[in-house]
């Protein structure tokens, strides 16, 4: 079984100040670990990703991640929030064996920006 | 090249028209899939091809035909599709399953 819950439907935070959007997840296996961010009418852009490396994973604009096994979280920071991150962020967990992954979203999180 | 390219980027079609959304990627992936997105929500998956074989196919209605001509493209037919089919469909392409590349989507509205 496999699950990501994202805890904030949305989020906003004043220009130039930190940013913390919240990812917990469950699996029965060694899962991956992704965050995307969607802009309107957008695809989908890989942010990070973690693999069973590095528990500090380093991405994209300046955001991070850090894999909490014992709590078994995913946060995404930035410590300055610009007004381009103003998007949609999905936290994404894949795990599997063999031949097969399931790919699981989270349900979002809005990110406002205000200057 | 790191790009999942689909076209077109909007498409308006009638409830009896037939049209094909497209996508190609040239990054060598195993991996090829549909992805249907509303408005406000994560995207849902419709379909998985590995290898250019059907894998996954979550019980999509018949009006929607995927196809995969080669390991590069993949193609989704649409017919007689419903006002409620109106979206925003994805493509992604993975080289083991598990990081998916997305493009950057067709809106597609039905009237």
């Known amino acids: 079984a496999q699950s990501v819950t994202q805890l904030d439907s949305h989020v906003s935070v004043s220009e130039g100040t930190p940013v913390l959007l919240r990812c917990n997840y469950s699996?029965?296996?060694?899962?991956?670990l992704f965050w995307y961010v969607q802009h309107p009418n957008k695809g989908l852009q890989l942010l990070l990703k973690y693999t069973s490396a590095a528990t500090l994973v380093k991405g994209i604009n300046g955001f991070e991640a850090e894999f909490k096994k014992s709590e078994t979280s995913f946060h995404l920071t930035k410590p300055s929030a610009h007004m381009s991150d103003a998007a949609e962020y999905f936290c994404?967990?894949?795990?599997?064996?063999?031949?097969?992954?399931?790919?699981?979203f989270g349900t979002g999180t809005k990110l406002q920006v205000i200057p | 090249d790191t790009e999942v390219t689909q076209t077109p980027k909007h498409l308006v079609m009638g409830m009896t028209n037939k049209k094909s959304l497209k996508c190609e990627q040239h990054m060598g992936h195993r991996a090829m899939y549909w992805y249907k997105q509303k408005a406000k929500k994560p995207p849902e998956l419709m379909f998985v091809?590995?290898?250019?074989?059907?894998?996954i196919n979550e019980s999509v209605p018949s009006r929607f035909s995927p196809e995969c001509p080669n390991s590069s493209l993949l193609n989704l037919h649409l017919h007689a599709l419903q006002p409620e089919d109106s979206a925003l469909y994805l493509c992604a392409s993975s080289r083991d399953l598990t990081l998916l590349f997305f493009g950057s989507g067709t809106q597609l509205s039905v009237l």
């Open positions: 994404v967990v894949s795990g599997g064996f063999g031949g097969y992954q399931k790919v699981t």
């Open positions: 091809y590995s290898y250019e074989k059907l894998s």
């Open positions: 699996s029965s296996y060694s899962p991956s």
